[in-house]
């Protein structure tokens, strides 16, 4: 599908980093036309629309009624908000992780979309990396995964959060990995341990949790967002192999035990590739949905977003509630 007539009109509303590489990679796909961007903020509109030659819209309902499907890439606690606005002039939305920042939020979001026939795609970006499809299949053989998600304190900006701060770290940066590892395990949740205190924002900014699984599988995630290290890690302990994927290095191996001994395979981690495969991801069920008139699933669709985010807040809550129990008191 590469002809003009097949293009769909898109339009990004939050242009800050996020939203510029939608906006980008919208531009360099053939199968989309960019309408428009918006932006709360006049200049950081500019700024992308001067980079790339956009027209910029002076709201997201005047961006979003010329478009077929739009993405949302504001801050979190505004998703619910744009998305429904959106959603209810009946455009298909890709709306960036987590879904909502609260799961009453997040179901009226996936029931408006479910209920006009939209697509309703969810940023989780790392499901396309294509070390996922390999590890779902062998669902039943992982048995421990660890994973390791640290950053340093985004910097302070006049008027707004720090960058992601708007939200717990397990909502801005472990959902990832939560969203991977409920996908790779495919089994109910049985207990959870979580550890949390806030540093310099008024949420969790650094947290650790061991999540117990039904059929015996564990995770043990760590996130911080004050860390002087930088770190993206993800290993899995199977029956027969290990699997460990390096973001920050973009590296990733496999080790499998076979009847000789061990195998080692080295997997590509392009996260350059994996965003844009999101983006034609997308596309691709916004233009089937619309070619048969029937709803086509995008690879991460809003009902796992929703998934994720529960657990996301099952997880703050178990902080909070030991954190009340003890009497620990942040400022
Ligand atoms: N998938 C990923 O790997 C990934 C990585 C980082 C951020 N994100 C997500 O992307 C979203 C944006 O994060 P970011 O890091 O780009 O943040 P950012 O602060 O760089 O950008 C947010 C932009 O939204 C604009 N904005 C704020 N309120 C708005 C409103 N009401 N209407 C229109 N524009 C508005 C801001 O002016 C800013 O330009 C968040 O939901 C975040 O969780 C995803």
Redesign the pocket.
Known sequence: MSSENHKIKVGV?????????HARLYKASENAEVVGI????PE??QRVADEFGFKVFSS?EALAEQCDAVS?????T??H??GMQILKMNKHVL????LCSTVAEAEEVVKEADKRGLVLAV????RFNPAMDFLEKQRSKTRFVEAHRLCSYPPA?PG??P??TE?SVV??MM??DLDLILTMMGSEIERIDAIGIPILSKTEDIVSVRIKFAHGGAANITASRVSSEQMRRFRVFQDDAYISMDYGKHTGMVIKKNRIGLANKEISLN?KNA?AD?IEDFLRAVRETTETGVLSLPKVPGEQGLRALKLAVDIIDNIREYNDRYGFKFT
């Open positions: 509303i939050g242009v800050g980093v996020l939203g510029r590489h918006y932006d709360v903020v950081n509109a997201p949302i890439a504001v801050p979190a505004m998703h908000a744009i709306m960036e992780k987590p940023g989780h970006v790392e900006r707004q959060h960058r992601g939200v909502l801005d959902i990832h996260e965003l999101e």
